[in-house]
């Protein structure tokens, strides 16, 4: 069984920077792909970032040009880099890896770190 752990959130002022983690343990995985979503207060989770194992990404509208989604594969870890922070970057994150396992996909969730960014 694969489990994620999160970690880096926090309180940041309008215009700061955070820098989230996440890595992915487990036994006889390999990961496909990992990415950030977030949920605010009242509204649908939904994409931040996400890359592949192969190092392609892709970023939600709303968040390109301020954050940075990195992977270190031997590691099975993924680091999410946010600059210019705003106040509705306010919201929980949440890391997701999508992996095989015996032939089969599967997905998993961390249980989320909050981020809230004063104005």
């Known amino acids: 069984q694969v489990q994620v752990v999160e970690s880096g959130g926090g309180l940041v002022q309008a215009g700061g920077s955070l820098s989230l983690s996440c890595a992915a343990s487990?036994?006889?995985?390999?990961?496909?792909?990992m990415g950030w979503y977030r949920q605010a207060p009242g509204k649908q989770r939904a994409l931040v970032a996400l890359?592949?194992?192969?190092?392609?990404?892709d970023y939600a509208v709303f968040v390109k040009g301020r954050f940075t989604i990195s992977g270190d594969n031997a590691k099975n870890t993924v680091y999410l880099q946010m600059n210019s922070l705003k106040p509705e970057d306010t919201a929980v994150y949440y890391c997701?890896?999508?992996?095989?396992?015996?032939?089969?996909?599967?997905?998993?969730w961390g249980q989320g770190t909050p981020v809230t960014v004063s104005s």
């Open positions: 487990g036994s006889r995985f390999s990961i496909n792909a």
């Open positions: 890359i592949t194992s192969g190092g392609s990404t």
């Open positions: 997701k890896a999508e992996y095989y396992s015996g032939g089969n996909s599967y997905y998993v």
